[in-house]
């Protein structure tokens, strides 16, 4: 549920005449899934038997403040950000929700479940998504295959394969039409059609016409899409503000943009030029005066100068939401 990039879906190749027979193909491809479950089962319960063994062996998720004081310990085997004054963990392959002290106020009961957003907050139940109030209740029955939080006061759902948009009492604002698409923001949602990505207003009108691979929501006035393998900017009305050249990107936040050259990462200004000159393993999108960074394979924080802020330390970071960001550390 989180805000990946929006991809164009790619084309499977077909069967060749003289090719394998779909029985054979068929059982063959049976054997190979049962085969991977039977896998998977035994490494889980052979992992799950080795963290008991040796807790400190395994990173686990925990909040830290502003200025890196960790004040949620490491104990949940996931967490997503606080928003609304709640976030999202993990106990034991089910997700509730803490409050800012750790304390937890839904219990954990969900298989998945995704960040509040306008008072309601996605989980999924018995294979289906739906969304509940911050008080845990049912606000809108579980009926969808996949979901998006609310924005602008619509949630991208998908129904049979198709997406569209319902509003906050569940009713479709957006005929399910797209293959794909993300939530909205600043009037606009990113949407494939055809394999190609474009962005639509709120009443499902095409603003920017479906032409690129990938699109990223707008913010702060630009989109971050991908167009032959390169990634750009473009504006509010599709025209390109940095020309796609860079290997990969996040979204634009706080006056500059992630990007890849090479195999390291930086910071790029709106009209394209390095404000921090890429030097990094990976870099997350600013927020809150921060942003996250990996050097030495290993997490930390930087401001706007790129100076660090908060040392790299943690197995993993993510970013900085209601004065908390969540961490991976060993206990």
Known sequence: MSQQPIDSPRKEPGLRKGGVPWANLLFLVCLAVLLVLVVASIYADRRARDRDDDPEAYPLFGFINLKGQVVINTQYDFAHDFSEGLAVIEIDARRGYIDRTGKMVIDAVYVDAGPFREGLAAV?????????????????????????????????????????????????????????????????????????????????????????????????????????????????????????????????????????????????????TFAIKPRFERAMSFSQGLAVVKEDGLYGYIDISGAYVISPQFEHAYNFVEGLARVRMRP
């Open 124 to 272: 999924q139940l018995d294979g289906k998504y739906g969304y509940i109030d911050t008080h845990g209740r049912l606000a809108i029955v579980p009926r969808f295959d996949r979901v998006s939080s609310f924005c602008q006061g619509r949630a991208a759902v998908c129904l049979d394969g198709r997406y569209g948009y319902i509003d906050h009492d569940g009713a479709i604002l957006i005929e399910p039409r797209f293959e794909a698409a993300m939530a909205y923001s600043e009037d606009r949602a990113a949407v494939v059609v055809n394999g190609r990505a474009g962005y639509i207003d709120l009443e499902g009108n095409f603003v920017i016409e479906p032409q690129f691979d990938s699109a990223l929501p707008f913010s702060n006035g630009l989109a971050t899409v991908r167009v032959e393998r390169k990634w750009g900017c473009i504006d509010h009305q599709g025209n390109f503000t940095i020309q796609p050249r860079f290997n990969d990107a996040r979204e634009f936040r706080q006056g500059l943009l992630p990007v890849q050259e090479g195999h390291v990462w930086g910071y790029a200004r709106p009209d394209g």
